[in-house]
């Protein structure tokens, strides 16, 4: 979230600077990566319930600490955030 909001990148809004609470940061992870990050902290769920077409790979992209590890994560934004 933090990357695409100081690159301009449109369609990440993140309202609540990462507070976990509006879910305008929504993102679709792609298939091949969503198990290769951490798993997803209390609330997430919640949160992501309130989110525009959540799937089994939505996640929130605050929530998403950006490593070494996940070099090359691909992610798409849901078509009412773009
Ligand atoms: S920035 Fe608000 S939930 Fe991620």
């Not at 933090?2 to 305008?24: L, R």
């Not at 525009?52 to 939505?58: A, D, G």
């Amino acid at each position: 979230m933090e990357g695409a909001v100081q690159n301009d990148i449109p369609g990440i809004d993140a309202d609540c600077g990462g507070g976990m609470a509006c879910a305008t940061c929504h993102v679709y992870v792609k298939e091949d990566w969503f198990n290769k990050l951490p798993k997803k902290e209390d609330g997430e769920d919640d949160m992501l319930d309130m989110a525009f077409e959540p799937k089994t790979n939505s996640r929130l992209s605050c929530q998403i600490i950006v490593s070494d590890e996940i070099d090359g994560l691909e992610v798409n934004i849901p078509s009412k955030q773009a």
